[in-house]
Structures are given as C-alpha cells and as structure tokens.
C-alpha cells in the first residue's frame, strides 16, 4: 500500500524567506505525485503534480517541487515566502498503475508567515 | 474556468439521522470521488465512482454510506444513520478521462450531535 510521509506538521517562516515543506513516499512504483493546498476555510487547490517527464516541476504562486526517485522524495519549495502562502499544504501520491487514481495524502503540514 | 461544487457547505445534524451530501463535477468529467477529513486529520479516500459504479472503497466506507449519481450532473453520498464519528469535512472530487489530476470542490462540513 502507498503512504506519504510529511515532516513537520507545522512550519514557520519569515516573508521572504526560503519555504520547504517536505514530503517523502512510499510506493513499489513511482508513483504520480500531487501538492495540494489548502487556505482556511477553503477546499483543496492543486499547486502542481509530478506525472513524468520532468523531475523539476513548477506550479502556480511562485512554487516547484523536485521527484528525487533515489531519495523517494517530492519536497515543495518557494525561493521567497509571502504573507498570502500562509496555509495547509498536503501532499498525496496515486497509483501510476491503478485505474481510478484515488489520492494517498499526508497528514499535511501547516505553513505560518510571519511579517 | 469549471469548477466542483457541493453543497450544502455546512449541516449539522442528530445521531442517527440520515445526510445526503450533494456534488456537482465538472460537466465533463467521468470519474468521481469522495473523501473526508475529520478535525486535524489528514484528508482520506472514501470511494471512487466510475461508469455508473463503485470502482473502489475504502475500509471507512461501509454499509451507512451509499454513493449515487441520480442525472447527469449530481454525485451523491448519504450517510443512513449518522454517528458521532462522521463528523468532518466531505469533499467532492472529478477527473476527466486521460488525466491524473482530480479537482475537489469546497467540502461540505458535517457535524453531528
């Protein structure tokens, strides 16, 4: 069975500061590999996904994830932290060779920007 | 640009009582989802609806919970006899053919008492 593991349940920053938020899976397989975000009292947005292709992967608002497949691992960064970043990020993997994708997430990890 | 949505986005309801919780996908999506995430809990998998059938439960998702696409455009899920513990937030989630990428909609929070 898949699992993801994120370290850290809470992370705190300074704006304008460096954010990782670390995510590491467990798959037989790579597996496809997603960050989500989630603002207060919002529902969930992707930020970007890691289907194939390139390892690097950029999404929306400035951040990127890299696949290291050596290390089992898809940590999201952002060069410069905004007060607006500030939210609960997951990470979720599915089964590249399954038929209805459902989504394996973390446990999430809460990001605090502080002015 | 297309997007999930459920409502209601709150009920509160008594134990025992049943809940339908309703979604609509994106029009042109054909495989549908639900998931749920109890309070400071990670978002979990609940069901995977595809070709007018369940493709996949999970353990969670026992004989209480039933899923339904009615017309063309809803995706139910009902709960038959609400517990404590189905206390969360529901999310609704669609995804086209030929891609992996499931888009949720805002969740619907349930809270019983």
């Known amino acids: 069975a898949q699992s993801v593991t994120q370290l850290g349940s809470h992370v705190s920053v300074s704006e304008g500061a460096l954010v990782l938020l670390r995510c590491n899976y467990s798959s037989s397989v790579p597996p496809y590999l997603f960050w989500y975000v989630q603002y207060p009292n919002q529902g969930l947005q992707l930020l970007l996904k890691?289907?194939?292709?390139?390892?690097l992967v950029k999404g929306i608002n400035g951040f990127e994830a890299e696949f290291k497949k050596s290390e089992t691992s898809f940590h999201l960064t952002k060069p410069s932290a905004h007060m607006s970043d500030a939210a609960e990020y997951f990470c979720?993997?599915?089964?590249?060779?399954?038929?209805?994708?459902?989504?394996?997430f973390g446990k999430g990890t809460l990001l605090t920007v502080n002015p | 640009e297309p997007e999930v949505t459920q409502t209601p986005s709150h009920q509160v309801t008594q134990m025992g009582q049943e809940v339908i919780l309703r979604c609509v996908p994106i029009s042109n999506h054909l495989y549908f989802y639900w998931y749920r995430q109890i309070l400071g809990q990670k978002v979990e998998f609940l069901v995977s609806f595809y070709n007018n059938e369940i493709s996949e439960k999970s353990e969670i998702f026992d004989d209480q919970f039933s899923v339904e696409r009615p017309d063309g455009s809803n995706f139910t899920l009902k709960i038959r006899s609400t517990k404590l513990e189905d206390s969360a937030m529901y999310f609704c989630a669609s995804k086209g053919q030929g891609t992996e990428t499931q888009y949720f909609g805002p969740g619907t929070r349930l809270l019983v008492l």
């Open positions: 979720a993997v599915s089964d590249r060779g399954g038929s209805n994708y459902k989504l394996t």
């Open positions: 890691y289907t194939s292709a390139a390892t």
